[in-house]
Every structure is written in structure tokens, then in C-alpha cells.
């Protein structure tokens, strides 16, 4: 049985990329199967892990709970979207690294898109606030501590404080 | 696992929904936050043959307060309810509710009519729909109607819309006593999970401090959200006092069904059911006397 293809045009890391999907395809599996941004993980493929989590509009959002064809004419960020320009890491995810906020990597991508989602819109997040905002993101290494760390040693080197 | 095929058409208006609902009926299913479709159709649960996505409908996206009720479109998203303060100020058991919904990330998706229509029967927005008695506007091809979330929520995961219905709008009745108070609580293994039980309450009371109107209910705790509203009758000209609550609470743990599963067995939650209403309403009560 041959689906049906919808066109999709989607920009992604403020690139617009166009496709051609099946309307079942998931978000995520487009972006990772079609355009190689593997960076976005595939946990439980029904919205429990977060791993998935992309910016949909600037807002996180569970890329296996939506459709491709749905984002059709919409913006899309995924991690790898989160670095500079010239390919360095972003500050938060470069307190990722110093405060051990991973340690098998697969929780990674949705917590930093949940963390960056979280600065934009509150850069002096307590840590009541940060655990709100990663609690829709399973991390299987019980590394909430060192996660929550990191957030907090990124808010605090945006605000130009260095210690 | 992935969804089952199916064909796919972003509707731009309501007309153009309801036109493609009585064009395939029970062969589609709307999908607008998909929150919790989504997940029905990787498991197989679901096998439509057509999406109609209503996502881009901006016609069903508006929270407009008025004299006596809140308008709200259907394909409102939950963090919109969350961030509304006049929505906070008018119905306050909206963000109450809220806070226990998902995540950051379903609530950016989920939509307010989403979770009417899905009527989980463990889901916050139903219970709040049941205990404020919102009134549901369902638009066919044919017309609209409106029903009372009463006669709306049927069943578990049933509810009476008719499969070439769009529920459009929604409407919470605001309270307009002056000394009104709210509290909505639950109990889940995990913030942000499904709730074992949740209640929610809403209470005015006069300036002796004696209710002049109540109303409350439990979820999960039954195949729909249940609102007691004669037991609730029985407060009003109270302090809510201890005994007063108490014989209320047991008269509600009297009328739950529940049932039992791995996160709780049917006891449990019955007992749930009378520690929480307890509670809500005691504290819907504390804080419309301390309203101004």
C-alpha cells in the first residue's frame, strides 16, 4: 500500500527545509531519519521521557506527539540548534559538561531544550523553578542533581556572573 | 511504536472542519493538541482513517471574559489558560487545576477542548468542567448545541459529542460573590503524572463567614469526574464545620466507584476521595474568608 505524501516546508535551526511525508510521520522521525539532526533523541515514542523535546514556535514541545506534516510552515529548534554559530557550545551546554549534568547522554538533548526554554524565559530560575521545567524529562542515570546544577551555573554565567 | 497510516487535512476554519467531519464521520477523529491522541494511535489504540487538525483554526483560540462566564475557544492551549490573569481572576480553579496537567512541554500542545473530549477520568480540566457546571458548545454542519458538562461526560473516555461534532467553545461560570475561594489538589506517584484521585472545590461565604455557596467533586474516582452538588447544598449557612465536613466527605466516599489498578486499589482511592474533598473544600473555604 503506497501512503499518501504531503509536501512540508519547515524551517529548522532557522533553516527552511521542505520535504515530502507521510502524513504518520512523527516530527521526530523526520528530523532525524530525513534531515540527519540525530541530536534529538527517540525515547518512549508516546510522550512520557522527553527525550524528543524540540522548540515548536520557541516553545518545548514532545516532537513524537506531533506529526511532521503538522509543523508544516512553522519553526522548529532542535540541540543542535542550541550551539553558536561557529559550531562552540552554548553556554548551557557547555555547563553541562562542567557540573557532569550527563552521564549516558540519552535524556541530554530533551533537558537541554527544556533548560534553554526555561532561560529565555526566566534567567534567574530558582531551583524550584528549574525542577518544574525538567520534570517532564526522564533521566535514567539519577542525574537530576548534577542536571539542576548545570542549569544553575548557566543561568548564573549568562548573568555575567563568573563564579 | 508509530502510528497506523492514515490520511491527513488541516482544516483553516470551523466550517471547514465540520465539512470534513460529515464527510467521514467516525472515520476521523479531530486532533488538536494530540497530546493524547497521539499516543492512543502508537499503541493502535486508535486507527482513524482521517486527521482533521484544527491546530491552525485561530477562530477557536480566545479566552474572553464576560459578566457571568468565561468564553474560551476550544483549541486553547493550557500554558495560554495558565498565563491568562484575567482568566486567573475570574476562574480561578483554572490555574489551580493547571498546575498539576503535564508538563511545561504537553501543556504547550494540550489544549483545554482536547482534554474535555478525551474526558480521562483521572484528567483535571474535566473535573473542573463537572464542579463548575461549564457549559460545552458543539457545532455540526447541522448546528450548534450546547450542553452541560453534566450530560456531556458519559463514560470513561465517552462523552456524548456525536462523531460530526466540533466542540467549539467553552464556557466557565464565574462566581460573582464577592468572598469566593477555589482549591484543586490531587495525589500521583510523580507530579505531573495521571492522578490517583484529584478534587476541587469552590466555595463563597458572607461576611459572618458562613457559606452562602459551595460546590465540589473528585476525579479518577469514578468513570467520569463526579460533582456532588447536593451534598455541597448541605454546607451552605455553615462555618464548615469539622462535623459538617465530615458527614459530608462520607456521604461522598459513599457515592464514588472506583476502581482498582496498579497505582491504587478501589479502597484506597474511596479513602483518597473523602481525605481530598476534605481538604479542598476546607481550604476553598479559608480562602474566601480571607478574601477582601
Not at chain 1, 77 to 106: K, M, R, W
Not at chain 2, 189 to 200: E, I, L, N
Request: with cysteine.
Amino acid at each position: 500500500m503506497s501512503e499518501r505524501l504531503y509536501p512540508v516546508t519547515i524551517e529548522v535551526n532557522g533553516v527552511k527545509r521542505t520535504g515530502q511525508v507521510t502524513a504518520r510521520t512523527s516530527l521526530v522521525d523526520w528530523l532525524r531519519e530525513h534531515l540527519n539532526l540525530t541530536g534529538t533523541h527517540i525515547g518512549c515514542e508516546h510522550g512520557i521521557c522527553g527525550a524528543c523535546s524540540v522548540m515548536l514556535d520557541g516553545a518545548p514541545v514532545r516532537s513524537c506527539l506531533m506529526y511532521a506534516v503538522q509543523a508544516d510552515g512553522h519553526r522548529i529548534t532542535t540541540v543542535e540548534g542550541l550551539a553558536q554559530p561557529d559550531g562552540n557550545l552554548s553556554i548551557l551546554q557547555d555547563s553541562f559538561c562542567e557540573a557532569h549534568g550527563l552521564q549516558c547522554g540519552y535524556c541530554t538533548p530533551g533537558m537541554l531544550i527544556a533548560a534553554q526554554a526555561l532561560l529565555d524565559e526566566n534567567p534567574r530560575p530558582s531551583e524550584a523553578d528549574i525542577r518544574d521545567a525538567i520534570g517532564g524529562n526522564l533521566c535514567r542515570c539519577t542525574g537530576y542533581q548534577q542536571i539542576v546544577e548545570a542549569i544553575e551555573l548557566a543561568a548564573r554565567r549568562m548573568a555575567g556572573d563568573t563564579k | 511504536m508509530k502510528s497506523p497510516p492514515f490520511e491527513y487535512a488541516r482544516a483553516t476554519s470551523i466550517e471547514e472542519a465540520c465539512a470534513l467531519l460529515a464527510e467521514h464521520r467516525d472515520e476521523a477523529k479531530l486532533i488538536a493538541g494530540g497530546q493524547s491522541l497521539v499516543p492512543m494511535m502508537a499503541f493502535r489504540l486508535l486507527r482513524p482513517a482521517w486527521l482533521i487538525d484544527i491546530n491552525e483554526i485561530g477562530a477557536l483560540k480566545y479566552i474572553t471574559v464576560e459578566a457571568d462566564a468565561v468564553r474560551m475557544g476550544a483549541c486553547t492551549r493550557q500554558c495560554d489558560m495558565e498565563r491568562n490573569d484575567a482568566l486567573a481572576a475570574a476562574v480561578p480553579l483554572l490555574r489551580q487545576a493547571l498546575t498539576f496537567v503535564g508538563h511545561v512541554q504537553t501543556r504547550n500542545r494540550g489544549t483545554a477542548g482536547g482534554s474535555l473530549v478525551h474526558a480521562d477520568p483521572s484528567a483535571e480540566l474535566p473535573l473542573v468542567a463537572q464542579v463548575l457546571e461549564a457549559r460545552l458548545v458543539l457545532r455540526s454542519q447541522s448546528g450548534l448545541r450546547t450542553l452541560a458538562a453534566a450530560s456531556f461526560f458519559e463514560g470513561a473516555m465517552t462523552t456524548a459529542i456525536a462523531p460530526d461534532e466540533c466542540l467549539t467553545e467553552i464556557q466557565w461560570p464565574i462566581w460573582r460573590e464577592r468572598k469566593t475561594g477555589s482549591a484543586f489538589t490531587e495525589i500521583s506517584r510523580r507530579h505531573g503524572d495521571f492522578a490517583m484521585v484529584a478534587a476541587a472545590a469552590q466555595v463563597a461565604v458572607d461576611d459572618d463567614g458562613k457559606c452562602t455557596r459551595a460546590t465540589f467533586g473528585v476525579g479518577g474516582a469514578a468513570p467520569t469526574p463526579l460533582a456532588f452538588p447536593d451534598l455541597a447544598q448541605r454546607l451552605v449557612g455553615t462555618r464548615l464545620e469539622k462535623e459538617a465536613l465530615r458527614d459530608v466527605a462520607h456521604d461522598a466516599t459513599a457515592a464514588v466507584e472506583p476502581g482498582s489498578d496498579t497505582h491504587a486499589s478501589a479502597s484506597y482511592r474511596r479513602h483518597l476521595a473523602g481525605v481530598l474533598a476534605t481538604r479542598v473544600l476546607q481550604s476553598a473555604y479559608d480562602s474566601a474568608r480571607a478574601a477582601p
